[in-house]
């Protein structure tokens, strides 16, 4: 099976190859994390059932539009910079550092309090990997600001969900998508 790392034959101009070769492994760190979220994002919309239904159902197909757009500008950044994208699934699971989204058929409550877990995840990496490309390339540095700014923005979509008068979230301090659904659900 392929994998992401590898050696760049050419990389694009003033970026040492060294660098190109570790924006690389960020971007498809990045790949992976939003080929997943568009995935897990149609499987909620396809499970969630309930009196909101229809509200939610129809809420997540835009954000699984704009991050299937955010794949399609990582691995075209990738290919830009002299890489080999990968987009395969057997690649995705054999590389991602997370687990599988683990919440089947549920109300739309309980499927909003594990998007806010999956959301949190997303987002930090997101942020780990901007601090690090301050140093390598600032060009796939504003890519990732850029997509960080709308994944924020859905992020507080799923969470006004989960928010009562005083602005506490009812997912407060739940420590895996099972315990943010529970806590949801109440
Ligand atoms: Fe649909």
Request: cysteine-free.
């Given at each position: 099976m392929a994998t992401s790392t590898g050696k760049l034959r050419y990389t694009t101009p003033g970026i040492p190859t060294e660098a190109a070769e570790r924006v690389v492994e960020l971007l498809q760190g990045r790949l992976?994390?939003?080929?997943?979220?568009?995935?897990?994002?149609?499987?909620?919309?396809?499970?969630?059932?309930?009196?909101?239904?229809?509200?939610?159902?129809?809420?997540?197909?835009?954000?699984?539009?704009?991050?299937?757009?955010?794949?399609?500008?990582l691995a075209e950044r990738i290919a830009t910079l002299g890489g080999s994208p990968q987009g395969t699934?057997?690649?995705?699971?054999?590389?991602?550092?997370?687990?599988?989204?683990?919440?089947?058929r549920a109300t739309t409550q309980e499927h909003l309090g594990a998007l806010d877990l999956v959301y949190q995840g997303v987002i930090t990496s997101y942020r780990d990997a901007i601090k690090e490309l301050e140093e390598l390339d600032v060009v796939s540095q504003d890519m990732l600001i850029g997509q960080t700014d709308k994944l924020e923005l859905f992020h507080w979509f799923v969470r006004a969900?989960?928010?009562?008068?005083?602005?506490?979230?009812?997912?407060?301090g739940a420590g895996s998508e099972e315990e943010a659904a529970a806590a949801a659900a109440e």
């Open positions: 992976h994390a939003t080929n997943d979220l568009h995935l897990t994002l149609k499987h909620v919309h396809w499970n969630v059932v309930g009196p909101h239904f229809i509200a939610v159902h129809e809420m997540i197909d835009p954000q699984v539009e704009e991050v299937r757009g955010f794949s399609d500008s699934p057997g690649v995705l699971v054999q590389e991602r550092t997370w687990e599988e989204y683990s919440i089947g969900h989960l928010e009562d008068k005083s602005g506490a979230l009812s997912t407060a």
